[in-house]
């Protein structure tokens, strides 16, 4: 079973590994590194099985190719997990061990923050190994960059559905509201969207409400208030049978990886009009945050290159449009091409 899933998305390598006196347990995979060294964060987890470990890490990965392909990064898709409580405050031994892990890799890998991980567990990571990003005392948590270019995503995304890209009049439903869902947020509030909230931690809510004026609803009611836009930024798979039943709004953009349980939720929400950002395109500005900390570059410039996210939403739907295909697709595509082009002209790292 193992085998055939790693065959699935053809992933070049999966490698586990268990540090008995830390109870550290992970896994990282490798899904393509033709561009360049495979760069994702870190998830800690408290998975209910390997299995579901194992297909979210295959899943996460195959998503972070595509979304440095798009992005125009040389880097590749990889991405890692650690199954536990990320609430430990025995933190060092398990990322210590970890980032043994990380050097096993040879290079060939390069992790960051992720859900369940800081840039504090980053630093303990390298102690083991200099692959690793998201620093404290470099960029940092990336959550910030991320949350713009899903901001400039969005903005992008009402441009393309109502001829005008201004979020003041716009109503939009925020599931989420760590890092990422915070400063996003943030930046709607600042433009005078007006914003519907949730999220499984009552404080992080309540901040919300106090801070920007957000009117909160139960988790489970998010997918069905009346709003514009809807913005999952906390796990995947919030698109599904479910969840389409009831969902109302024209437009999804959010951060959350893998929104799409399976690519037929990406085909329906075509066949009702929603329009879709493909997650691993709009919320590329973490990668970009922790690609420029690789190489030397300011923090203004992360910012001016995850703006250029609204550029490529907007190329991904007119290509979608023109084409007479679901936006996911059409994404999937640009990113393909990339790395198909790469392979031809012999500059594969």
């Known amino acids: 079973m193992i085998f055939e899933l790693i065959g699935e998305q053809a992933h070049e390598q999966v490698s586990y590994m268990y540090d008995a006196e830390s109870g550290y ?5 490798i899904h393509n590194t033709t561009l360049g060294s495979a760069l994702g964060g870190t998830r800690f987890w408290n998975y209910e099985t390997e299995q579901e470990a194992l ?6 990965s195959r998503g972070m190719t595509y979304k440095a392909a798009v992005a125009g990064l040389d880097l590749g898709g990889g991405k890692s997990v650690i199954l536990g409580d990320n609430k430990t405050a025995d933190r060092e031994g398990i990322f210590r061990a970890h980032g043994r892990h990380v050097e096993l890799m040879g290079g060939r890998y390069i992790t960051a923050e992720d859900v369940g991980t800081s840039p504090q567990d ?13 620093l404290e005392d470099r960029f940092g948590d990336p959550s910030p960059v991320t949350a ?3 901001y400039r995503g969005m903005k992008a995304c009402v441009q393309f559905r109502f001829g005008s890209d201004s979020l003041a009049d716009k109503t939009v439903a925020v599931q989420g509201l760590g890092h990422v869902g915070y400063y996003l947020c943030q930046a709607l509030h600042e433009e005078g969207a007006r914003l519907i909230v949730t999220d499984i931690d009552a404080e992080k809510v309540e901040r919300v409400v106090r801070e920007f004026g957000a009117r ?7 997918y069905s208030v009346t709003a514009d836009v809807f913005a999952p930024c906390a796990l995947g798979a919030v698109i599904n049978d479910d969840t389409l039943a009831v969902l109302k709004m024209e437009i999804v953009a959010g951060s959350a990886n893998n929104q799409l349980a399976e690519d037929r939720h990406g085909d329906a ?5 929603v329009t879709y950002a493909p997650d691993y395109v709009v919320n590329g500005g ?3 945050s922790v690609n420029a900390e690789l190489l030397g570059w300011s923090m203004e410039q992360a910012h001016q290159k995850a703006g250029e996210i609204y550029g490529t939403i907007l190329g991904v739907l007119d290509i979608a449009r023109d084409e007479g295909i679901p936006s ?3 994404a999937r595509r640009l990113a393909l091409r990339r790395i198909e082009e790469a392979k031809r002209a012999g500059v594969a790292k």
Do not use: C, K, P, S
């Open 25 to 29: 347990r992970g896994i990282i995979a």
């Open 55 to 60: 297909i979210d890490v295959l899943r996460l």
């Open 122 to 134: 980053m630093d303990y990571i390298r102690l083991e190994t200099n692959h690793v990003v998201g």
């Open 148 to 150: 713009f270019g899903v």
């Open 216 to 222: 909160a609803v139960d988790a489970d009611d998010i």
């Open 269 to 273: 929400l075509e066949q009702r009009g």
């Open 286 to 288: 973490g990668l970009i």
């Open 328 to 330: 996911y697709r059409a």
